[in-house]
């Protein structure tokens, strides 16, 4: 499946997405990551996006992420974790992964930390905040998010980067624009609670998905986290 030319083209329209939500909003594109959300789909897909230049991927379910890893072990990828994570599943995520964007407890922080391998730099961390969706069971609230990460801050197997959220479904992608805002908002009052050298690395916000990516773009979203858009609709899973 090298080339596919359908992955091609999905892939050069949600830059071009990206492009130009960025132009719209005044925003230089560079600062806009596209995570490729491989979940569902296989190594084969994921192989056809890598030689196409897109090299950070995003898996929610650990054991199918492992075997796409070891399947593509040849290439230099970058894998995001982006899942729910159960507290007796955090040393594959601390061994085999470069980002985690799904940490809402202390506890699973000081798991990854002490599960990072030695050799390994930091995992780089986003912390997962429920912004408005009162019946999620995933993510702090966003009272809790100062104090998290301000614990999180200071694990040595980690490095805090930021934050991650996936607001409730809206019926229009401008509705979704609240919830974006108010993570932007969220991020600058956790910064400036950060000393100094912290703050400075807590610069990324992960959030927009393929319906709704320029809404977060403009709100300031850094990391795009696109499935649908790029590989084709999932059949439903309910394990989430
Ligand atoms: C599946 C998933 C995405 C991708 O969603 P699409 O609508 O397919 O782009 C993004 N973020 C998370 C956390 C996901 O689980």
Redesign the pocket.
């Known amino acids: 499946m090298n080339g596919d030319p359908s992955t091609h083209r999905r892939l050069e329209g949600v830059l071009a997405r990206i492009r130009a939500a960025c132009t719209d909003c005044g925003r230089d594109p560079a600062s806009v990551r596209l995570?490729a959300?491989s979940?569902t789909f296989g190594a084969d897909a994921v192989r056809s996006l890598a030689v196409q230049g897109q090299d950070c991927f995003?898996e929610?379910y650990l054991q199918e992420a492992l075997a796409k890893q070891q399947a593509l072990a040849d290439l230099d990828l970058e894998w995001h974790f982006?899942?729910p994570i159960q507290s007796n599943k955090t040393r594959p995520i601390a061994e085999s992964f470069h980002w985690v964007?799904?940490v809402d407890r202390l506890k699973i922080a000081d798991r990854l930390s002490a599960q990072r391998p030695r050799s390994s730099s930091p995992l780089q961390v986003l912390v997962q905040v429920n912004i408005d969706d009162e019946s999620s069971k995933h993510g702090c609230t966003p009272a809790e998010a100062p104090a998290l990460a301000n614990a999180v801050a200071a694990l040595p197997g980690l490095e805090l980067r930021g934050l991650?959220a996936?607001p409730a479904p809206t019926a229009e992608p401008a509705g979704a624009a609240p919830a974006f805002e108010a993570m932007a908002r969220l991020a600058g009052e956790i910064r400036s609670s950060l000393p100094p050298g912290r703050a400075q690395r807590f610069d990324q916000l992960s959030m927009g998905?393929?319906?709704d990516?320029e809404v977060a773009i403009r709100a300031g979203a850094t990391i795009v986290?696109?499935?649908?858009?790029?590989?084709g609709?999932?059949p439903a899973r309910d394990d989430?």
């Open positions: 995570l959300v979940k995003g929610n982006i899942g964007h799904t991650m996936i998905m393929s319906a990516l986290r696109v499935g649908t858009a790029l590989f609709s999932r989430g």
